[in-house]
């Protein structure tokens, strides 16, 4: 039996996008001196975004909390330009581009489900 959500932390997308955001600061720590400023904060900003609006929406109407995720979503794609020129620049392998990308695809599958979810009745 599913237990019920009583917090985002519950919510496991939430919690993906908490592990991905690690696999970004993590990776951005090894990024060339000069992208200090530029690209890290960026990747960084963007990856913080996603959870940060899922459980700032979390709880409040359905219209409020699609919104966030909507916002998080927007997040995601940036996000997802922002390691598409990384991998250009090679900043990072393959390897850990493909990861990555396809980690991004599922949180943001789960994001259009979350929101799609709040549109159904109960």
Known sequence: MKQPVRSYRDLVVWQRAMDFVEQIYALTTDFPRQ???NLTDQLRRAAVS???NI???HGQSP?????????ALG???ELDT??????RLALFSPQQWEALAQELVTIRKMLFG?????QSPS
């Not at 979350?114 to 709040?118: A, D, F, Q, W």
């Open 63 to 71: 219209a409020v909390f699609a919104r966030h995720l909507n916002i």
């Open 55 to 57: 459980a700032e929406g």
């Open 114 to 118: 979350l929101r799609r979810s709040l």
């Open 82 to 87: 922002l390691l598409e020129l990384a991998r």
């Open 75 to 77: 997040s995601a794609a």
């Open 50 to 52: 996603i959870p940060a």
């Open 35 to 37: 992208e200090r400023f």
